[in-house]
């Protein structure tokens, strides 16, 4: 069973880096492909990144050149490198996994999601 948790969130200043964590419990990343999606108060969940089984990406115009994501499968973990990080990236962010093949780039694509981390950037 996949059992998502989140951590790495918090507050950081314009500018700055976070590393987000993304570890499952079940011990069965190695298996998904695996995405970051995020949802800033009042508005829709949209996604960031996303790494496949194989280890290809696929990033959201708004972060590309700035966020990278990558998977440890032996750690069962997958991150979200953040740098340069703007107001505009404040939000709740979730790991999610799917079983389909290729890279899930929508909320509907997803089987499994985690609880979420915040992320507060300021200016």
């Known amino acids: 069973q996949v059992q998502l948790v989140e951590s790495g969130g918090g507050l950081v200043q314009a500018g700055g880096s976070l590393r987000l964590s993304c570890a499952d419990a079940g011990r069965t990343v190695s298996w998904y492909a695996m995405s970051w999606f995020r949802q800033a108060p009042g508005k829709e969940r949209e996604f960031v990144a996303a790494?496949?089984?194989?280890?290809?990406?696929g990033y959201a115009d708004s972060v590309k050149g700035r966020f990278t994501i990558s998977r440890d499968n032996a750690k069962n973990t997958v991150y979200l490198r953040m740098n340069s990080l703007e107001p505009e990236d404040t939000a709740v962010y979730y790991c999610?996994?799917?079983?389909?093949?290729?890279?899930?780039?929508?909320?509907?694509?997803?089987?499994?999601w985690g609880k979420g981390t915040l992320v507060t950037v300021s200016s």
């Open positions: 790494v496949g089984s194989g280890g290809s990406t």
């Open positions: 999610a996994a799917t079983a389909r093949y290729g890279l899930g780039y929508s909320v509907n694509d997803m089987d499994y």
